[in-house]
């Protein structure tokens, strides 16, 4: 008997509004807007950088091989109250890949996107899952960046020595681990059709042990429908990355969340994240979780996001 699997909450939600941000090379970024829109024309608060009668502002950065569709259930949740704007990075989803790929870039990216589609002075949260969060650590001295961001979420993420510190091989730490996850990270094979036994291996190096198998399906389709040269790409950047300097500039208010059993980026980054930001609202790690926290904790995650809305855009609101 085949057992049909309902992938109801993580498939990907139909945007209210659709637009193209230009990133500073002319690499055009998907973009998608979620929720209710304010109308065009209006100016923010000048005191609380918000748009009079618009719906609080939440801005998703998705991770490595993935796309908006990751954001689904949080997209779901708050669409009905917040504007979300969620975005494919650069070779991921429906945004073209680039010749060159580097943190820089990422974070023009995310500039491009807040400049697209938040009012001058209007504030958002952003939320960043592993490359997400990434690239909000890049883009932590950026001027739109600091214009826009109200407070931040990392999920799941690191800022220095992901590959060195993943735990996704399963030998003692050294530099036979390092090279070994180097090359299996930055693969150029194919990952090929959502089988058995591709579920098992993503399961395995990106999710918790009790992960519901809806979910594993949800992040299976979703990884494997990444161009494998982007994912080569993308891979190498992430090896050489070196963003610790940028947490120290990421002078707003940021919360930070992971899975105890995370294999990608282990609990010892997210710790090292805490201790270095400047206005660090929390530290949750989540007992028994991996990698995709935003898919294997959907409501947690959620209602971070919600709380900093509520604490750092809607209270200055009503001040």
Known sequence: MTTTIDLTP????????VLTARSADGT??????????????????????????????VVLAHGWTCSTAFWAA????????????????????RTPASAACSADLLADDLEAVLTATLAPGERAVIAGHSMGGMTIMAAS????FRDHAAAVLLCSTGSS????????VPIRAGRLRTWLTGH???????????????????????MGAGSAPHMVEACARIVHACPRRVRHAWSNVLHLLDLDHAVRELR?????????????????????????LPQCVGLTELPGLGHMTPVEAPEL?????RDLVTTHIAMKEGA
């Open 161 to 168: 020595r992901l590959v060195a510190e993943s735990t996704v």
């Open 10 to 17: 993580y498939a990907p939600p139909v945007p209210a509004r």
């Open 301 to 305: 995650v959620t209602g971070t996001i």
């Open 74 to 93: 949080q997209i779901r949740a708050l669409s009905a109250d917040h504007r979300v704007i969620a975005y494919d990075q650069r070779g991921h989803g």
């Open 141 to 144: 001295a950026r001027p739109a």
């Open 28 to 57: 055009e970024l998907h973009v998608e807007v979620h929720g209710p829109d304010s109308a065009p024309g209006n100016a923010p608060d000048s005191a609380h950088g918000s748009v009079p009668g618009a719906a609080p502002a």
């Open 252 to 276: 707003v208010p940021a919360a930070v969340i992971v899975g105890s059993a995370d294999r990608m980026t282990p609990p010892v980054h997210s710790r090292r994240i805490a201790e270095a």
């Open 184 to 206: 299996i990270l930055g693969s150029r094979a194919p990952l090929g059709p959502v089988t058995p036994v591709a579920r098992r291996i993503l399961k395995y190096a990106t």
